[in-house]
């Protein structure tokens, strides 16, 4: 069923994609579209997951390399009945975490050496289970392909003025206008809710994976505070989504909690309370 929905949410901003391309340069600007939609989501659906894990320097380990990590994991695994992902660490103080990878054969979990200094066993399995619960619900592909087709959406947009196509293919320019305008600001609050709203999936699932929703608590909030003040130098708004805590946390942009891909940290804690009387 997960895997159906993460099909249809690719499909479904696929077409927006296309319907925009179509409403700028009519029918050519359809097929452009269509084109760069079947090439964006094939790069994302086979590639995107290594050039992740290239532009964050993340390094390989295994049982040998980095056994306690390694036998987190594992147990997790059996209890979410998940074929064991590859792990990686990122040489990087800020504290924090993702997964990535089209499926769950090909599912790449990676967490920073800040998070492994500064987080508690019982919290580094926290949030573990968060990162499989998004492998669990194939979060990593709706997330990658949602960012992809909203950046998209907005170079569409930036310059739809050039587009080839004959004059009458194209709408009234006024509503020309208000599409260049609105249409980015759709997709970004697509991605917005999209990303959001599985967060809290996920912090659901960790906590109930675990059976233990105040060490998710924990975490997050050790999480939330240290980055804060140790910024991840390589991090990139088109990635931001993927990461447990919001990469640009210490970084002050007006107006970044609103279009945030992230819930607050207090807004997830306050969920797993509700999850110790359930």
Same mark, same amino acid.
Request: glycine share 6%; hydrophobic share 45%.
């Given at each position: 069923?997960?895997?159906?929905?993460?099909? @249809?949410?690719?499909?479904?901003?696929?077409?927006?994609?296309?319907?925009?391309?179509?409403? $700028?340069?009519?029918?050519?600007?359809?097929?452009?579209?269509?084109?760069?939609?079947?090439?964006? +989501?094939?790069?994302? %659906?086979? %590639?995107?997951?290594?050039?992740?894990?290239?532009? %964050?320097?993340?390094?390989?380990? !295994?049982?040998?390399?980095?056994?306690?990590?390694?036998?987190?994991?594992?147990?997790?695994?059996?209890?979410?009945?998940?074929?064991?992902?590859?792990? &990686?660490? $990122?040489?990087?103080?800020?504290?924090? @975490?993702?997964?990535?990878?089209? !499926? &769950?054969?090909?599912?790449?979990?990676?967490?920073?050496?800040?998070?492994?200094?500064?987080?508690?066993?019982?919290?580094?399995?926290?949030? /573990?289970?968060?990162?499989?619960?998004?492998?669990?619900?194939?979060?990593?592909? /709706?997330?990658?392909? @949602?960012?992809?087709?909203?950046? @998209?959406?907005?170079?569409?947009? +930036?310059?739809?003025?050039?587009?080839?196509?004959?004059?009458?293919?194209?709408? +009234?320019?006024?509503?020309?206008?208000?599409?260049? /305008?609105?249409?980015?600001?759709?997709?970004?609050?697509?991605?917005?809710?999209?990303?959001?709203?599985?967060?809290?999936?996920?912090?659901?699932?960790?906590?109930?994976?675990?059976?233990?929703?105040?060490?998710?608590?924990?975490?997050?909030?050790?999480? !939330?505070?240290?980055?804060?003040?140790?910024?991840?130098?390589?991090?990139?708004?088109?990635?931001?989504?993927?990461?447990? /805590? +919001?990469?640009?946390?210490?970084? !002050?942009?007006?107006?970044?909690?609103?279009?945030?891909?992230?819930?607050?940290?207090?807004?997830?804690?306050?969920?797993?309370?509700?999850?110790?009387?359930?």
């Amino acid at each position: 069923m997960e895997q159906f929905k993460t099909y @249809a949410l690719m499909i479904g901003l696929t077409l927006l994609f296309i319907w925009f391309g179509g409403m $700028i340069a009519g029918q050519s600007g359809m097929i452009i579209a269509f084109i760069a939609a079947v090439g964006m +989501n094939f790069y994302a %659906y086979f %590639y995107s997951h290594e050039q992740v894990l290239a532009h %964050y320097h993340a390094i390989p380990v !295994d049982r040998h390399s980095a056994a306690g990590l390694y036998e987190i994991v594992e147990r997790l695994t059996r209890r979410a009945d998940l074929p064991m992902p590859q792990l &990686y660490i $990122i040489p990087e103080a800020q504290p924090n @975490a993702f997964a990535t990878g089209r !499926d &769950y054969e090909h599912a790449v979990v990676a967490v920073t050496e800040g998070l492994l200094e500064l987080l508690n066993e019982e919290e580094v399995e926290a949030v /573990i289970a968060h990162e499989l619960s998004h492998i669990k619900h194939y979060d990593m592909l /709706i997330g990658t392909v @949602a960012a992809t087709i909203s950046g @998209a959406i907005a170079m569409l947009a +930036n310059f739809g003025m050039f587009f080839g196509g004959n004059s009458e293919d194209r709408p +009234n320019p006024i509503v020309m206008m208000i599409l260049m /305008i609105i249409m980015p600001l759709a997709a970004t609050i697509i991605q917005m809710t999209v990303s959001r709203s599985r967060e809290f999936m996920a912090d659901e699932g960790a906590a109930r994976m675990t059976g233990h929703p105040e060490w998710l608590q924990s975490a997050l909030m050790k999480l !939330d505070n240290y980055a804060r003040g140790i910024m991840l130098p390589e991090a990139e708004p088109q990635t931001a989504h993927m990461f447990i /805590i +919001n990469p640009f946390t210490g970084k !002050d942009f007006s107006m970044s909690q609103l279009f945030s891909t992230h819930p607050t940290t207090e807004e997830r804690i306050e969920r797993l309370e509700e999850l110790k009387y359930q």
